[in-house]
């Protein structure tokens, strides 16, 4: 199958403008005059010889180096077409074997899931599924083949690959999640919440 490939964030403008807000806020400048006013209330509120150790670590850091542009530069590239970062391929016969599950997941087949690891979409807006795959593959095991990543992938240093690595399926439970209509079913008492929070 081809390479999945996102398409431009929809709010790609309002990603460049945080971006934006982020770098103007964390300018060099502001943040030497916040490392120098930090330091200040560390020499009033510690014994002398405590704070010189203090002062002699914040003078490691240097203000003036602090660029946060390449966070803007980022940002601009959400207006383009990426290639998504292959994440997991999941057997869902191994999923089977493993114990009971959901009877609504297929017996057969494999979840392939992508993900845009350069701007690491959260989940909580709406526009973020642009930065997602997940494909459900019916290819029979003797006609797969190992594909090779776009070369556009590593085009970043931020999207260099994962170095394979296999997992272990384990049967197990899991509460249902916290808020939802089943947890709210459960009727858990609040103190109970209160230690799952």
């Not at 807000?21 to 014994?47: H, I, V, W, Y």
């Not at 010889?49 to 530069?73: G, M």
């Not at 959400?78 to 998504?84: G, V």
């Amino acid at each position: 199958m081809p390479w999945p490939w996102r398409p431009p964030y929809p709010d790609h403008e309002v990603r460049v403008a945080a971006a934006q807000a982020g770098a103007d806020l964390f300018n060099a400048q502001d943040m030497a005059a916040a490392q120098s006013e930090t330091l200040e209330g560390f020499r009033k509120s510690l014994p002398s010889d405590e704070f010189e150790a203090v002062a002699a670590e914040s003078a490691k850091i240097d203000c003036s180096s602090f660029d946060f542009d390449f966070l803007v530069e980022d940002a601009r590239r959400t207006a383009a077409p990426a290639p998504l970062q292959f994440i997991a391929q999941i057997d869902l016969a191994d999923i089977w074997a493993t114990g009971p599950v959901d009877p609504d997941i297929p017996r057969e087949g494999r979840l392939l899931l992508f993900y845009d690891t350069n701007h690491r979409p959260g989940g909580d807006r709406p526009a973020d599924i642009t930065g997602a795959r997940l494909m459900y593959d019916l290819t029979p095991v003797s006609s797969l083949r190992r594909a090779s990543p776009p070369a556009e992938l590593s085009a970043h240093k931020r999207t260099a690959g994962f170095r394979p690595l296999r997992c272990v399926l384990h049967a197990g439970m899991w509460p249902p999640c916290f808020g939802s209509p089943e947890w709210n079913a459960c009727e858990i008492k609040a103190r109970a919440e209160k230690a799952v929070e």
